[in-house]
């Protein structure tokens, strides 16, 4: 999809929501997170191309192709992260938002514990060959 259709669809689901949250403030709520996971699903899809060619330049570099699984990986968490804290703070709970937002670092920092070894790992081999050199 277009971006300006995207865009154009969030500020009249925001519209709605306004509109709706005086009267109805459950649905009004409701709007929010369906639009943001309909949004999130376009994007998603919009992304394939792109995944797609990121995939086959992975391939041809299967040397590094673990580096950019956990990147991809990485952005999908932040996405999700950000959807759900989104969502909960429209609801009026920042505190489950930032609940989310912590949920989202640690899963986040827990994927990357694999890339922190390799560089620790490779820190310590230089510097024990500039001990020993």
Do not use: N, W
Not at 49 to 61: I, W
Not at 76 to 81: A, F, P, V, W
Not at 117 to 126: D, F, M, R
């Amino acid at each position: 999809m277009e971006v300006t259709v995207l865009l154009g669809l969030t500020v009249v689901a925001a519209l709605l929501a306004v509109l709706l949250r005086k009267y109805h403030p459950e649905q009004s709520m409701l709007i929010g997170l369906a639009v943001g996971v309909m949004i999130l699903v376009l994007v998603i899809d919009g992304l394939t191309p792109l995944l797609h060619t990121l995939r086959t330049l992975l391939d041809t570099h299967s040397d590094q192709a673990a580096y950019g699984e956990i990147l991809l990986k990485g952005v999908g968490l932040c996405l999700l992260t950000q959807t759900a804290a989104d969502a909960c703070r429209d609801a009026g709970e920042t505190a489950l938002a930032g609940r989310a937002e912590l949920v989202g670092k640690v899963a986040l920092l827990t994927l990357a514990l694999p890339l922190f070894e390799q560089v620790l790992s490779q820190a310590i081999t230089l510097m024990k060959g500039m001990e020993t050199g």
